[in-house]
């Protein structure tokens, strides 16, 4: 089942680009894409361990450090609400 999922994630149009060669590293075995130019075989190990132990979620970026929000989550509600209203008045 996971080996179809990997499939349709690589020939998608709309899958990122690093996420497809993700899925190609799951789909090979170390050695044969290490020796692809720009993939070290620490990369290429690195991404089957994750896809190993999280499947498909291990193929996604994991979460990265950030500012932190400024406003909470009532700001931005009324924010997607007041965007919302002017766009339904502008109709």
């Known amino acids: 089942m996971q080996h ?11 899958t990122a680009q690093s ?3 993700r899925a190609r590293i799951e789909q090979q ?3 044969p894409i290490a ?7 620490i990369t290429a190990s690195k991404w089957r ?6 499947g498909l979620e291990g193929l996604q970026d994991a979460p ?3 500012r932190p929000s400024q ?3 009532e700001v931005r509600e009324k924010i997607q609400h007041r ?9």
């Open 4 to 14: 179809t999922q990997l499939q349709q994630l690589v020939k998608a149009p709309s």
């Open 19 to 21: 996420l497809v060669l």
């Open 29 to 31: 075995s170390n050695q």
């Open 35 to 41: 020796a692809r130019p720009g993939i070290p075989q």
């Open 49 to 54: 361990r994750r896809f190993a132990q999280l």
């Open 64 to 66: 990265r450090p950030g």
């Open 71 to 73: 406003h909470g989550p």
């Open 83 to 91: 965007a919302g209203l002017t766009a339904a008045c502008a109709l």
